[in-house]
């Protein structure tokens, strides 16, 4: 692999992190996440085409390596989803009484979204990639991006506004 | 033109063309109620929050057992970027004499150079990390902070870490938003030699902070 590559991964790693830590929920699975999504992309370096940019083809593998990884354990886990449910109501209960738009909150919100929401809101509002990037990295009509942003922004803004009412007297 | 949710959230993300930008800025200033300026602000803070929530990956040091992915020796087929220029008619000669030249001086020397491109390779990643994060601290600061209150940024990383400090908001003939402000570094790759400087940025109608002006600033 090219040095010029090598390096330009490098630099990568602590976005391609954070945008990991996004849609697993934690930094732990987020790198093991990020380093199958390395070695992904360094064997397959041969796919990467020159003059496109490198971070939205990473986050790209990242986000596939993502879903596959959902997929095989929603196979799995599939007759435990209802127990998943209750834990996460319960968590939510005793979350109630912290401080609303704790950061830990903001996570867990981010981590029940739907995973075609949570891709999106990572990739616009954390990474700061332009629309018409995230539809070239997810494969979606710029629309569809919009709209599925706008459900996900709306929801976080009511989500803090719940949280601002919540602490009233 | 009713100002949809997805207009305002293109609007806060940058992503409207001038005119449309124009429209709605005129309209939250019109707006009667407080609550469309209200949701404006509250879409900003939204995003800010969630930046801030994720941030770990960002001033924690990357684990090694990511960095050495990248450590591997090249492969022998690495080095085939020297062999692919020779491609030509004289490529098998040339080759050979290369061959023979490598041979002569010893991979000794080859692994050496090898060894300092590797550490050259580390020093550039932390720079670029730590401009990474000065960028990020300059946007946040002057996207959010009021004059007088700096941005504090750190990487763990390297070790380098300064401020940014917006000092005066004003709006530029065109129309645009800009901001003076003092922005210190001690860059780990320099030695930790500090920087102070003074610059503007204006916004840009895609919501990115541009540097118009840049001025060094030395203690006297």
Redesign the interface.
């Given at each position: 692999?090219?040095?010029n590559i090598?390096?330009e991964?490098?630099?990568l790693?602590?976005?391609l992190?954070?945008f990991?830590?996004?849609l697993t929920g934690s930094?732990d699975e987020?790198?093991d996440l990020?380093?199958a999504t390395?070695?992904r992309a360094?064997r397959h370096i041969d796919t990467w085409q020159p003059g496109t940019r490198l971070d939205s083809w990473m986050y790209r593998i990242a986000r596939n390596t993502y879903l596959n990884a959902l997929r095989a354990k929603r196979v799995r886990a599939d007759h435990l989803q209802n127990v998943d449910h209750g834990e996460l109501t319960r968590v939510d209960g005793a979350r109630a009484m912290e401080a609303h738009?704790t950061?830990?909150a903001?996570?867990d919100f981010?981590g029940r979204l739907p995973e075609e929401q949570r891709s999106i809101?990572?990739l616009?509002?954390?990474e700061g990639l332009?629309?018409r990037e995230v539809a070239e990295i997810l494969d979606l009509p710029i629309g569809t991006v919009?709209?599925r942003?706008?459900r996900a922004?709306?929801a976080?803004?009511d989500f803090?506004?719940d949280g601002a009412a919540g602490e009233g007297p | 033109m009713r100002l949809s949710d997805e207009i305002l959230i293109a609007y806060v993300d940058g992503e409207l063309p001038p005119d449309q930008v124009r429209d709605v800025e005129a309209q939250v200033a019109a707006a009667a109620d407080a609550a469309l300026a209200a949701t404006v602000d509250a879409l900003r803070a939204g995003s800010s929050v969630l930046r801030a929530a994720f941030n770990e990956p960002m001033r924690a040091p990357v684990p090694d057992r990511l960095t050495k992915l990248f450590d591997a020796a090249p492969a022998p087929e690495g080095h085939s970027s020297t062999w692919r220029w020779l491609s030509g008619p004289f490529a098998a000669p040339l080759a050979a004499s290369m061959m023979a030249l490598a041979v002569g001086l010893g991979g000794a020397f080859v692994f050496a150079e090898w060894q300092v491109e590797r550490k050259i390779a580390r020093l550039e990643a932390v720079r670029a990390a730590d401009r990474q994060m000065l960028a990020a601290a300059v946007s946040l600061a002057l996207e959010t902070h009021v004059s007088g209150k700096p941005a504090i940024w750190n990487n763990p990383d390297s070790g380098s870490y300064g401020t940014v400090e917006p000092v005066r908001t004003f709006r530029a003939a065109s129309g645009q938003w800009c901001r003076e402000y003092i922005q210190t570094a001690d860059f780990a790759a320099e030695s930790f030699q500090s920087e102070r400087r003074r610059a503007i940025a204006c916004r840009e109608p895609d919501g990115q902070w541009q540097t118009r002006l840049e001025v060094a600033e030395t203690d006297s």
């Open positions: 692999m090219d040095d090598r390096r991964m490098l630099a790693l602590p976005r992190r954070r990991a830590y996004g930094t987020g790198d990020v380093q390395c070695e360094i738009l950061f830990a903001v996570r981010i809101v990572m616009v509002c954390v332009a629309y919009t709209s942003l706008a922004r709306i976080l803004k803090a506004d | -």
